[in-house]
T-cell receptor
């Protein structure tokens, strides 16, 4: 497809379960970003990749959160032992270069995670 | 980290009215983007505007990087303009993450 895609679009899980959220960036985009958006707030940075290398994971809230992009394309954000406070919209974005020029980020539709 | 403030937080207008949304940021930035989050939750790119002025139909934006602010102008508002408008900035040079403002919620009344 032409845009960033994410799956699933909605995920309801029970506390303590692990979840994996998938992001498929725009074809050819080097950089991939994960953000989390709580209700009524703007998105907050979690982590990002250039190709397959994780460049910055300073926004991951704790060690239950991890992300990978093994082949430099599709990325998975994994949350282990989910807690109710993890409920949020998880957004993925990609950009062409990730460098100083032309780093416009394009967002996917998001995955709405609800932890019961 | 860098602080991004948007004003006003809420704006209710009659269809056809014009509006100006403001974004202030606390430090120099390499890039700035404006987004529209529509009622279905999708984040739509409006402008990529680290400096200068751009126009796209009824929308235009101006960023004055030296004074650390950006403005989004919406003219002849339509009900489909309703939603939340976010400004987001990027420091660049090894710090490519976007830092978002708190948003302006715009409601256009028919």
């Amino acid at each position: 497809g032409a845009g960033v895609s994410q799956s699933p679009r909605y995920k309801v899980t029970k506390r303590g379960q692990d979840v994996a959220l998938r992001c498929d960036p725009i074809s050819g985009h080097v950089s991939l970003y994960w953000y989390r958006q709580a209700l009524g707030q703007g998105p907050e940075f979690l982590t990002y990749f250039n190709y397959e290398a994780q460049q910055d994971k300073s926004g991951l809230p704790n060690d239950r959160f991890s992300a990978e992009r093994p082949e430099g394309s599709i990325s998975t954000l994994t949350i282990q032992r989910t807690e109710q406070r993890d409920s949020a919209m998880y957004r993925c974005a990609s950009s062409l270069t990730g460098g100083a020029e032309n780093n416009e980020q394009f967002f996917g539709p998001g995955t709405r995670l609800t932890v019961l | 980290g860098i602080q991004v403030e948007q004003s006003p937080p809420d704006l209710i207008l009659q269809e056809g009215a014009n509006s100006t949304l403001r974004c202030n940021f606390s430090d120099s930035v390499n890039n700035l983007q404006w987004f529209h989050q529509n009622p279905w939750g999708q984040l739509i790119n409006l402008f990529y505007i680290p400096s200068g002025t751009k126009q796209n139909g009824r929308l235009s934006a101006t960023t004055v990087a030296t004074e650390r602010y950006s403005l989004l102008y919406i003219s002849s508002s339509q009900t489909t303009d309703s939603g939340v408008y976010f400004c987001a900035v990027e420091r660049g040079f090894g710090n490519e993450k976007l830092t978002f403002g708190t948003g302006t919620r715009l409601t256009i009344i028919p």
